[in-house]
């Protein structure tokens, strides 16, 4: 890796408080997805970038936004949405299910996610609305309609509380994790509605989702439900717990909280959806 590249990761590493060790282990692994990925990381469509930024405007003090068909939070009644009325900690109802295949991880979420807005939808019709296939549920490309990105197309074809809309993140900046900070808090209090995360973990990383291996790559679709301290950690549910099909699926619990800091450099490379 070019040690200038690896330079700046590391400045940026011990900005947002990680150790050196941590920060060089962070330069190797967002070196190594530059490297082998082969998303084709499409561009937002005119109408994902409108509601992203009408969304990012709502994340404002005494600014809520709802989304058609929206319900009010109940912790913070019609008046939610700003930062200034955002509880410490908030969470939707836990429903974690195993994922049928081992490449279910997508449609497993969806399923999730869609229940906990009150749709109900297989992993089997999920997989077919995806276009899943044995590589997995893509994070763009899909070839769904209409904007190419999988996970929030089907999210926003079977529900209307949110609009869900792509957040692409490329490495764990401190701008990154505020971002995803405020996005969490907005979903999960104003619209009562879940993010889905899109992790991409390598031998290189220096954070995994809890109960994952850590010697090899593994992509994997995750339903996140809630925030605990002002939004610092997330938590969230992992399909992998129960799947038979999956070798090391007894070391994941089918619940889990992390920092958003950790959340934030999992996805990094991919993003989330919220």
């Known amino acids: 890796m070019h040690i200038a590249r690896r330079s700046v990761v590391l400045t940026i590493a011990l900005v947002i408080g990680l150790p050196a060790s941590a920060g060089l282990a962070q330069a190797d692994d967002i070196a190594w997805k530059a490297a082998h990925d082969t998303d084709p990381h499409l561009a937002l469509t005119a109408e994902q970038l409108e509601m992203t930024a009408a969304k990012r405007a709502a994340e404002a003090p005494a600014a809520p936004f709802f989304a058609p068909g929206a319900v009010p939070s109940a912790e913070c009644g019609d008046g939610c949405g700003g930062n200034g009325d955002y509880p410490p900690s908030a969470s939707l109802a836990a429903n974690q299910v195993a994922q049928a295949t081992s490449y279910y991880c997508g449609p497993a979420a969806v399923h999730e996610a869609l229940d906990a807005l009150g749709v109900s939808l297989s992993q089997s019709a999920a997989a077919a609305?995806?276009?899943?296939?044995?590589?997995?549920?893509?994070?763009?490309?899909?070839?769904?309609?209409?904007?190419?990105y999988p996970v929030p197309d089907v999210l926003n074809r079977y529900q209307s509380r949110n609009y869900y809309v792509p957040q692409p993140v490329s490495s764990p900046t401190s701008s990154a994790i505020n971002r995803y900070e405020n996005d969490l808090r907005m979903d999960i209090v104003a619209l009562r509605a879940p993010l889905v995360g899109d992790a991409w973990e390598t031998r290189y990383s220096s954070y995994h989702?809890?109960?994952?291996?850590?010697?090899?790559?593994?992509?994997?679709?995750?339903?996140?439900?809630?925030y605990q301290n002002s939004g610092a950690?997330?938590?969230?549910?992992?399909?992998?717990?129960?799947?038979?099909?999956?070798?090391?699926?007894?070391?994941?619990p089918a619940y889990s909280t992390l920092s958003s800091a950790a959340i934030v450099s999992i996805v990094s490379g991919r993003g989330y959806v919220w």
Do not use: C, K, N, Q
């Open 233 to 252: 950690y997330t938590m969230y549910e992992d399909s992998v717990h129960g799947a038979s099909s999956i070798g090391w699926s007894p070391t994941v």
């Open 129 to 148: 609305a995806l276009h899943t296939t044995t590589a997995g549920t893509a994070w763009s490309g899909g070839g769904t309609s209409p904007s190419g």
């Open 209 to 226: 989702l809890v109960g994952h291996p850590t010697d090899r790559t593994i992509f994997h679709w995750f339903e996140i439900r809630g």
